[in-house]
């Protein structure tokens, strides 16, 4: 018998199987993956809400069944906390460029986020470890200090960047190329201030003018190019594209191409794209849309998402378009703000460039009547009907453009859902975690209180930017 | 042995441990100074002049002691020609024998029901007189363990033990079962007591494989390892009072399992076999109206939703067994649709369509369309009857030079799932050898090698439980049984969407597990004297276990295979040194002194390879691989050393004092820490003795109270902040901070318990009492406890607050009857805990626990509230008690609040033994009172339409699943806010799928009562075998979990629980297998 001493036990009890400290830059390449899978899936809930693709059994989620079980903040805990360690790390090797990388990544994941649930904790999130004010019940903040500091985040991280330096391969999204970064983080704020114009217009005016006013401090995305789009490693079963699917799983789709997209682009005699964002029905060749919330038909009979730009191995996430960034300028030179072009030049290059994007010609297209800029059609909803077809299948983005501009006009009584909840609505928001009212029952509680006329945490009043 | 103490034990102790224990000639001196030796023999009988094997038989005021042998002969060496011997046998009033002299005596001993003076064995294997504690323990022996042929000895324990309570899974081959001795003092810790065998603490961990959280196998609880055939005695002492001298981990109890020896036995051979039949103990009750589809619509095209609601598996289709009239089939009628799609119905004849097994024509390829028909059995023909046999060979010698047992063990246990299985074979070996007069060598081990196929568990496709809840109810399992693959080896499924053929999940999709573990100990002991004795003893636990995954080709999710291999290796080391006087320091005044050492030394390894895709079918094997494998490593390792003392004092044999203290170094704590002392005070006295109470009203009398506190320390690796790495993307490395904020102030727990015990006896033992107030005060508890991620950890380490367990234990003996012939016993007992969370950490007023499987329950812990509350959503109540609906008669769901309690209010179990001649007859009925669960069965039952909540008439009088036009429709039982009743009829089949108020709306009362256990046994008179030449012929018959006398659920057994019995298992329910009753017959030779 061999009593050791105590001595060893500091040794014995350092964890063999993991790491005590690690490169904050392995941390940034795990939350950029994080991110991405999280905010651009095309198979979700909010893709159906969105009416780009629908589920055909099982259609509790689209028959808007969500509820706090179906939900989490492990965002949070997960890409954000090591989003802030590495931000934590970075700061004191003063490595601006991976400080910037990680902030317009943080700013990216807490829009989706706060444009999911409207007020969550913000300011003090992220802080249950701080050594001088350990945080665990956050208060939540409204979603309107939130943009107020993205905004804050971002134009700090743009004026960060030193593009003289690469962040190096550990930056899986732009490969280290911090122009593509700028272009990004600028491109982003755009989309930030369009989210909020017609809460708050000047702000929203006065930031993209300012943007638009001066290109080299703001340089934007200017060129399908330069969008902001991630690809995959095709070989790698762990990050090829999150989209992939292999044949068995697709033959068992539960999603199908919604009714109102394949009805929208058939209307608009648009068959090109159509051909790209849906397969033909296995039955009969056709291209058969099935309404949100439908149940008991047959998959056979039904269009499923587009294989070859949406569905194969290298197909890449699309975080930010070129279309996005003109969609922007059109409605903000509709609403006579200075970009620097007119709204009918931005609409039209828009649409060309999300055709282009595609490698097709959009130029018949621009004159089909439900089109045509000057066709009569009313050219803020040409804009918003555009821009969510465009978005197809970003349904993070897609979901937020339609709460915000009511754009499209879904033909609802088409679709089962609207009976579901009568009274209700459709859907606004999704609900908080079911445990935020035992894990942090304060700050749920005055999150409720400070959000009034919300119905069953979902319906009802939508968040702060959606006044629609 | 060289022998060196724990930094910060007395240097002084160590040197004299180390001096004595070497100097073996030093110590064969010491003989020589001490009063002459005896030699003594004898046989000890009953008073019908029968000997009584296994009597103990002790030297007063010594621990030197021995056992009769077969024929109830014994042998000692005393110190000295005037010592005392006490005889006593479990059943007989003890005797003191005064030796005088005398080296060759006749024993004969008078029945006792109060079976007072028992020698128990406690803490440290010391042996102590029972009347002599100061705290609960409660004793089985062998007997009561075997007699039911029971494989997993914590099932056995069901209902036999004051304040024992045990969670069974189910019915599956292996499942583990959880136990737990007067509650949970831990929030989220262990909770189960320690199982120390022969001296050996083992491990009892519940574990379940996983793959990605969601295949689960159940691969049992550690203790289930230990043969039952290899048991000689059970004693469970129950509180930390109890176990102070076990450390953190008895902390919750310590159950003490002695092993046979062949102790004073001479040579035998005994040979048993037993055989249990398995069946499954209840089955939901399923609808047999309405099968697969949706809208009462339904053909089969391809089971992806190619035909007509062929992709989903619920019940929601077409009536079964219907005879077509002629205006269904009419254009408006409600079977036209079957017209429209080209399937022709004849009027008066049963409605037939295309199905899954209906024959293609070879021309068209079309499925010929078969009767649309019920399957009411298909569930219940699945299940096979279990068998398990258990068959024992054992031989057994003694004598002056020591003893030995060798026995030899093979249980075979085929499940009522079909195709699962468990064989154990187990080799136990005890020997002792006295090297001289004064050092003794004694080894002790078994060895446990356990192989099979076990059944998946857990709400998984891969377990067959999830599909009986999700089969459509025409399908015909049989058939499936029958046609399992096609030609080209792919599944014929009745609904490839979402379900593998249940017989390919059997047969195809395996869940291997190998196991072998050794559990031993080597011991030396060395009597200085007739007072003084030094021991050390290593003991190991080791086991390495290989559980498999095969998953087909063609399965669902698996179109390519999968094949994953899991290794456990898992060790505990504990070192012993422990030096032992027991001594009469006057007539009146004894004396029992212990000091020891222990080190403890604790590792888990696990290491997972897995191939998601195979190259070649069916062949089952790493390099088989489309993709690179994975494989993950996980090790830990933890130590605590310890140095304890313990002093007992004994005062006319009616009154006692124990001391213990024990201080523990861990090595999981931090430094500064890490050490942590305890001590315990327990007394009892005898009062009876004291005012010599008249022996035919006030037979025994004694009052005990003990306080006791026990340290605990925690996992390993939980001080510092750690990264995961991820699959390198390219090149680059990825890692993510772990979302579990480490705890670098880690202190100690520590549990303070309180204990008072009344132990009566009257009217010559014919009735007796014991009643057993307890508290304990559990502060700092080290949990797991989970935080707002928004924080930016999901979990946090922390030492919360304090917890109250308070509790009674009643166990009421009698026999009513008793005569030369026959005699009834009646053994009662009840205990009832109340759990209150007295304070969390800092303000905090609640803790998530963990959140049951499914969302829907979280168990939370709030201050003043009680351990193990049920939180979710449910209804919101009008002040006339009904739920509350909306104008559309849809329940309103409330925010989330406290809906129940996964705690039994109270337990208590009776027995009835009945004895008449050889023939005993054991009725053990038990019961839990309170406590709840969460239904999955009776949630997706509803909404898949498989049982029969969801057909019958409405309050209209109509069949609910007609059309709300004719009056058909459900109607939820609640009223509108102003009160009035609900007028607002539902269509089932859309409205099934609304999750209002989930929670509470499937939460039931867990109680029950059930008759546990009947056992007809008999020995074959004595007279008569002799002329066989044999020994001794037991025979029983059993039944086991035989009924369900109350219960207040509906479609399970409401002691079944989740994927396993493990903690975060506990309260709820999720279509898991049945559990199992069990009848069988046992028999037992001995030559």
Redesign the interface.
Known sequence: LLFSCTEDFEEMNTSPNDLTSVPYNTLITNAEISILQAYNPILNNEATWTRYNVRDVYVDVDRYGITGSNTNFNAYSGHLKNLQQAIDLAVAAEDNNAIAVAQIMKAYAFQNLTDWYGDIPYFEALKADDKDNPIIYPAYDSQESIYADIIVQLKAANAMIDTSESMGTADVVFDGDMTMWKKFANSLLLRVYMRMSLVDPTTAQNGIEEIMADPSTYPIIDSNESAAFKYWLPEDATYRSPYYMDPTTAAQQQNVTSAYMVDFLKTRNDLDRLAVYAEPAASSGEYVGLPLGTLGQSTQDLSIMGVAEFRSADSPTRIMRYSEVLFILAEAALNGWNVGMTAQEAYEAAITASFEEYGLDASTYLSEPLVDFNGGVDQRELIGEQKWCALYPDAAQGWAEVRRTGYPVYVATTEPVENLFPGKGTIKRKPYPYTEAISNPEGFNAAISAQPGIIDEKFGAGVWWDVN | ????????VAHASDTKVHKESLNIKDLASYSTLTEAQQQVSGVVLDNNGLPLPGANVLEKGTANGTQTDFDGKFSITVSNENAVLVVSYLGFVSKEISLSGQTNLSVTLEEDASQLDEVVVTALGITREKKALGYAVQELSGDDIKNTAETNVVNALAGKSAGVFVNSSNGNVGASSRITIRGNQSLTGNNQPLFVVDGVPIDNSIVSSSRGGYDFTDMGNGAADINPSDIAEMTVLKGGNAAALYGSRGANGVILITTKSGKGKGFSVSVENSTTFSNPFLLPDYQNEYGQG??Q?FWY??G??????D??DESFGPRLDYVVQAEDIAPGGKLYWAIEAGFPQTPGEILTLPQFNSPVDPVTGERTPTPWVSNPDNIKNFYDTGITRVTNVSLTNGGEWGNMRLSITNSDQTGMVPNTDQVKNTINFSGKANLTDKLSFEAKGSFINSNGNLNGSGYTFNNIGMQTIWTARQVDWDYLKNNVENPDGTQISWIS?WHNNPYWIQYKNLNPQTKNRFIGSSSIKYQFNDWLSLS?R?GIDYSNEQVELIRAYYGLND?EGRYAVSNYFRQEIN?D?LLSAVKNITDDLSLTANLG?N?MNNQYRLQTSSV?KLVVPNIYSLSNAK?TPTTT???????I?SAFASVSLGYKSQLYLDLTGRND????LP?GN??YFYPSATTSWIFSETFKTDRNFLSFGKARLSIAQVGNDTD??R?????????P???????????T??AADLVNELITSKELGLDLKFLNNRIGLDLTLYQSIAKNQILSA?????????T?IINAGQVNNEGVELILTGTPIKTDNFSWDITANYAKNTSKIIALNGDV??L?LY?AE???I?V?AEVGGEYGEM?G?GFVYHENGKPIVD??GVPL?S??KKLGNIMPDWLGGLNNSFSYKNFNLSVLIDAKMGGDVYSRTNQDGWATGALTSTVGLNPNGVNVRDPLEDGGGYLFDGVFEDGTPNTVYKDLDGFR???FA?AERWLYDASYVKLRQITLSYSLPKTLISKLGLKAVDLSVFGRNLALLYKKNENFDPEVSNRDASLSSQGSEFASNPSARNVGFRAKFTF
Do not use: H, I
Not at chain 2, 633 to 639: A, M, N, W
Not at chain 2, 729 to 736: Q, R, V, W
Not at chain 2, 786 to 794: A, E, K, Q
């Open positions: 042995a060289m022998v060196t103490l724990p930094c910060g949706g809208g619509q095209e391809d992806l939703n190619g035909g007509k609601n992709g989903v969407r050390t290593a179109t070192a040194v050492a080190v998601n993709e490593f996980y090790q830990r390792e933890k130590e050393q170094w861990s090595s999981t430094t890490n050490s390993p690796y001080l510092d902040a750690t990264y995961n790495a991820s699959t993307y390219g090149d680059n490395a990825s890692f993510s901070l772990s979302s904020m480490p989970p935080l707002t991620p928004t924080s930016g950890y999901g946090q007023e609640r998530e959140t499914g969302n829907q979280t939370v939180w959503k104008a559309d769901t925010d989330v799928w609304n999750s989930r």
